[in-house]
């Protein structure tokens, strides 16, 4: 049984594609077959994945969508590029921006995505969608195909001032449009262990959330490494698999896995 995992926050620069890289890889590593939808018209997924130009791919997400709103056949494996061993990428590009503005009037515009992701999930056992960095009828698409979302928060003040919008918008959703979705947990990424500042976010969070939402027990730590996988186009286990970051991306994974499906 598949299970589908959007990767959300409104707020940029805070993990969101580094956590889908390295969840989707952790997951396949663990033997899982993996799909990582590219949800952002930056295509920073696509770039992480060694695609640096996405604007001259072929067909995208952008293509999917079309032919779903249009009720066109869409063939096996269309548009998926095969990454790696277990790993499936579906990728995006600047075009996405101006699917987004058409998708307002199309019937049903918010469960477009969904009927895609239900066409093909019997593919894989997992379904990982790094949404852009706002609250669009993308980011409403993939909550709305969902069954969790796992919103990663860097450990700074402004970064949690934004929690509450997305988690108002997350049990919107889940009230009109996937009643089935819940909130895989808090990630709390970019953490400076050495700083009381990083410290009481930290704490602030388990505090005010922790009651009503899981909050992950792993802390994703500040990593210069980290940050430079998307240029070298690896996974954190390629690019330092002995690094702080490394352990603590595969703790997230047996985490994810020990949630289940």
């Keep these: 049984m598949c299970k589908v995992i959007a990767i959300a926050n409104q707020k940029g620069g805070v993990g969101?594609?580094?956590?889908?890289?390295?969840?989707?890889?952790?997951?396949?590593?663990e033997g899982k077959k993996v799909l990582l939808i590219d949800g952002d018209p930056q295509g920073s997924l696509t770039i992480s994945l060694g695609y640096?130009?996405?604007?001259?791919?072929?067909?995208?997400?952008?293509?999917?969508?079309?032919?779903?709103?249009?009720?066109?056949?869409?063939?096996?494996d269309f548009a998926v590029i095969k990454y790696k061993e277990n790993v499936d990428l579906i990728p995006s590009n600047i075009e996405l921006s101006a699917v987004e503005i058409s998708l307002v009037n199309t019937m049903s515009r918010e469960l477009v995505l969904r009927s895609y992701v239900e066409s093909v999930k019997h593919n894989y056992d997992y379904v990982v969608i790094d949404c852009m960095p706002s609250l669009g009828v993308m980011t409403v698409n993939a909550l709305a195909c969902a069954d969790s979302v796992l919103i990663p928060v860097q450990a700074a003040y402004l970064s949690v001032k934004g929690l509450q919008q997305l988690?108002?918008?997350?049990?919107t959703v889940k009230r009109r449009l996937n009643q089935k979705l819940e909130i895989e947990g808090i990630l709390l990424t970019m953490v400076d262990s050495r700083t009381n500042n990083a410290k009481d976010i930290v704490a602030e969070v388990n505090e005010v959330y922790g009651q009503a939402m899981p909050v992950f027990p792993v802390e994703i730590p500040l990593s210069v490494r980290a940050a430079e996988i998307s240029s070298v186009a690896k996974s954190i286990y390629d690019y330092d698999p002995k690094g702080k970051a490394a352990y603590a991306y595969m703790s997230l994974t047996k985490e994810v896995l020990a949630h289940g499906c």
């Design 16 to 29: 969101k594609t580094t956590t889908a890289v390295n969840l989707g890889t952790g997951l396949a590593a």
């Design 52 to 76: 640096s130009e996405p604007d001259k791919l072929k067909v995208s997400l952008v293509d999917i969508i079309s032919r779903v709103v249009n009720e066109e056949d869409i063939e096996e």
């Design 167 to 171: 988690i108002k918008t997350i049990y």
